[in-house]
């Protein structure tokens, strides 16, 4: 059976306004952020076509067939995945939103490639909140270097934190709450940090499984896949 993107979007669309509701917020205080990987191009289409803006992707080559392939002026592309340097050139050509920023040397790449064509990249700098040894993220002690070293560019912006909670069964999802606290309270502590291009307002937090909590801690943007394009075969 085809997903109903459409719909899929609208239920969502309606879990989020229940979870801003029960936890005091505003539903548009929220980005739904449609990651798309390893779904067809075909399906982007769908879902811009019923409102959709914000697509995210999480494997730079994935990314860029996609942005080659549909190119639309009004989406906003997210890479939401592990950067490599030698992706970055080609990334920021069209790229609107980074999440995945662990090292001050993947912002001297972006700022490098982005001045020579005049563009501003925004970013935001994923934390380890999970502890897991393999987790991508950096360490909550790096971020202070990381966000003083942001402060001197000028294509690059810093917008806020992302953070990936431990994968855990959907009953146990409660399990990931702490983690989600300590990364609104990572940026509570660096506030002093911010500047003209140094802002930490975003707070990218909450998959499909847990998003209900992620908005409940203080979530601004969703990262959402399966909930809209359906479960994916690899
Ligand atoms: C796949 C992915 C998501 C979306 O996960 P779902 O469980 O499909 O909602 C969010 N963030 C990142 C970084 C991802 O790789």
Redesign the pocket.
């Known amino acids: 059976m085809p997903e109903d993107i459409c719909n899929n979007i609208k239920e969502l669309q309606n879990r989020i306004t229940r979870a801003c509701k029960s936890a005091g917020r505003d539903a548009n205080e929220i980005t739904l952020v449609a990651?798309s990987?390893t779904k067809p191009v075909e399906d982007i289409k769908t879902a811009y076509g019923c409102g959709q803006i914000h697509f995210?992707e999480?494997r730079a080559k994935e990314l860029q067939d996609k942005m080659d392939d549909y190119e639309n002026e009004d989406i906003q592309w997210h890479m939401?995945?592990n950067l490599q340097t030698n992706k970055i050139k080609y990334m920021v050509e069209r790229v609107n939103w980074i999440?995945?920023i662990e090292k001050s040397k993947y912002l001297r790449e972006i700022e490098k490639r982005a001045s020579r064509i005049d563009r501003v990249i925004n970013t935001l700098i994923q934390i380890n909140i999970s502890g897991e040894e393999q987790k991508s993220g950096c360490e909550p002690k790096d971020l202070k270097e990381i966000l003083e070293y942001a402060q001197g560019l000028d294509h690059v912006r810093v917008r806020g934190l992302m953070g990936?909670a431990t994968f855990v069964d959907p009953e146990e999802v409660e399990k990931v709450r702490p983690e989600f606290k300590m990364l609104k309270e990572i940026r509570d502590e660096h506030q002093s940090y911010e500047s003209e291009n140094v802002q930490l307002d975003e707070l990218s937090m909450g998959?499909?499984?847990d998003m209900e909590i992620a908005i409940q801690e203080g979530s601004t943007m969703l990262?959402?896949?399966?909930?809209i394009f359906g479960e994916?075969n690899y």
């Open positions: 990651v990987k995210g999480n939401v995945g999440h995945s990936m998959m499909t499984n990262r959402v896949g399966r909930a994916r």
